[in-house]
């Protein structure tokens, strides 16, 4: 294995949550979670990510409140693209993932985005916010921040986000016709967008929108293990854990972060 690392940065903002709060405290939750005794640290294909020459937390961003923090998050991407580390950002809500991305898109202008949630987040605007947690993907794909953006898990589509599905070229893998296999495919760089909402509510309770009918978490490890191309960065966004029962859905979301930093480890 070469000596890639892989940097894992808190971005604890909450905001711009249409329904509830609480996101914002997910981030060190999480870490502690992939910390805990109950399990080793080894992703399932063997690759020991308890070293932090391997896996390293680098804390929780300092941000202040309101628009601004879409600069300062737009910004700190930037920094760690352009100095070529592989980041996976814990949210927050997922409205960090227009400034993640845009400040990723400097280093990376032909990025792809794989997109795992229950909603389309296509969203013009919510409550008149456009950078609303519901907006994010009609702000990239606005500003043509990605060459392809492809939405996995979805089940809640609206007349108006499909229209804008159809206005942005964005590809759509419903839930209505999901299977985890064959492989999604993407030429270039690629950046995983992960909603945990994309789970069943069965699997992953301590999210703020409770969407039935999503993936197991089975199917879900399958999709990040068996997609194709060069993961330059994810997020992992949405986990509340105000809502969650026992940290489950804390471990659910380590568990997709050791899958995540494998893969991206394992790669030439
Ligand atoms: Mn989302
Ligand atoms: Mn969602």
Redesign the pocket.
């Known amino acids: 294995m070469s000596s890639k690392s892989i940097e894992v940065y808190g971005v604890p903002w909450d905001e711009k949550s249409s329904f509830m709060r609480g996101c914002r405290d997910a981030p060190h939750k999480i870490w502690d979670a992939f910390n805990c005794e109950s399990a080793n640290r080894c992703s399932e294909s063997g690759i020991n990510l308890a070293k932090s020459e391997v896996l390293r937390f680098q804390g929780s961003m300092t941000l202040t409140s309101g628009n601004a923090v879409l600069t300062e998050i737009e910004t700190a991407a930037a920094e760690i693209a352009a100095g070529g580390r592989l980041p996976i950002f814990l949210g927050g ?2 409205a960090i ?1 227009y400034p993640l991305v845009k400040g990723l898109h400097r280093t990376y202008p032909d990025l792809n985005i794989l ?1 795992l ?5 296509l969203y013009d605007e919510i409550h008149g916010d456009r950078f609303s ?2 907006c ?2 009609a702000r990239i794909m606005e500003e043509k921040l990605a060459t392809r953006l492809v939405s996995v898990g979805i089940r809640t589509m609206t007349p108006h986000q499909r229209s804008q599905a159809d206005r942005f070229g964005v590809e759509i893998v419903d839930m209505i016709s999901f299977v985890s296999k064959p492989p999604l495919i993407f030429e270039g760089p690629l950046y995983v ?1 992960l ?1 945990l ?2 789970l069943d509510r069965a699997f992953a309770p301590g999210i703020s ?1 409770h969407e039935p009918g999503g993936m197991t978490t089975r199917e879900l490890i399958r999709v990040i293990q068996n997609v194709q191309g060069a993961l330059v960065g994810a997020d992992i ?2 986990y509340n854990p105000y809502r969650d029962i026992q940290n489950m859905t804390a471990m659910v979301a380590a568990k997709l972060m050791k899958e995540l930093a494998a893969k991206m480890l394992a790669q030439p």
């Open positions: 809500d997922h993932t997109h949630d229950a909603h389309p987040d947690h519901g994010p993907m967008s909603d909402d994309v929108h966004v949405e």
